[in-house]
């Protein structure tokens, strides 16, 4: 997944149901010999809508929480959509405009408190690592970087097949990758990692190997592939919102025509067109452990 040099401003046509991040704040400054509890943070996916039912299929959202002992005071770490997860997902078809338009960034959010109910409820609120101020603030440092340049959600992981030493052709960049990186971070600057299971949620598509096909230039420009624009824009016609059942159903029937009886999907991935040849299971949700990270340098209290 690509870095970027710096954040694009927003285009106002791109609109949150939800507002982003409504509480955020800055990350503070902490006493460096703070001691400050670490928290593995995961509950469905739009609990707060659906309650558990997401949890059903293991769509799980992924934060992390944290408790400073000198203050009492906690907080919750997040990396999510700018403009839900649709928008990050499939592009919109804008009337005279040849492109699909994309409103697919992703930012981290950070909060004070800890909604222990929310969490609790239907997830997990689990004590991973405690860590020093001085660790918690080189953390937050390393956040600003992160946030300014990995600015896409990505959904799908894209890989030739179930298997699990299979080939990956592109990895997503969601909330969980957001958690792993944290922790991973903090597991170099030396904490230590509680020996617990944690699992995360990936949303895998089955692929042959991807053709590239070009950028939004390349394609859609005025020397692009006139043929080409067209059949990406046919593809990604049927995943647009429906305000009818009727509609959705007849949008549906086209999608598992185009991706599952025809083998067709077209991604977009930082910022460039691929075309991926499908392949049976097609489509899996899956829900697996990814072990707590070792760090590299010496631990604090260890």
Known sequence: HRRFDYRPKTDPYCQARYTFCPTGSAI???KEE?????????APVWEFKYGDLLGHLKIMHDAVGFKSSLTGKSYTMEWYELFQL???????????????????????????GIDYAHWKENGTLVLVTTISG????????WVK?????????????VQASPDKQSVVWFDSYECSKFILRTYQKLADLGAVFKKIQTNYTSIILFSGEPIFLGNETSIF????NKTLAAAIRDFYYPFKPHWTVGE?????????DRVILNRQFYLFYNLEYWFLPMKFPYLKI???EVPLPIGSKTSFGG
């Open 28 to 30: 503070p400054v902490m």
């Open 34 to 42: 703070d001691v400050i509890e670490v928290y593995r943070l995961q």
């Open 86 to 112: 649709g928008n990050c997902t499939f592009p919109h078809l804008r009337p005279g405009m040849d492109a699909p338009f994309w409103c697919n960034q992703g930012a981290a959010c950070f909060y004070e």
């Open 134 to 141: 001085a660790m918690f603030n080189e953390m937050a440092k």
């Open 145 to 157: 970087y992160d946030n300014e340049t990995g600015i896409y959600y990505e959904t799908w992981t």
């Open 221 to 224: 420009g005025p020397l692009g």
């Open 248 to 256: 959705f159903f007849v949008d549906l029937l086209k999608i598992i």
């Open 286 to 288: 899956i829900y697996e």
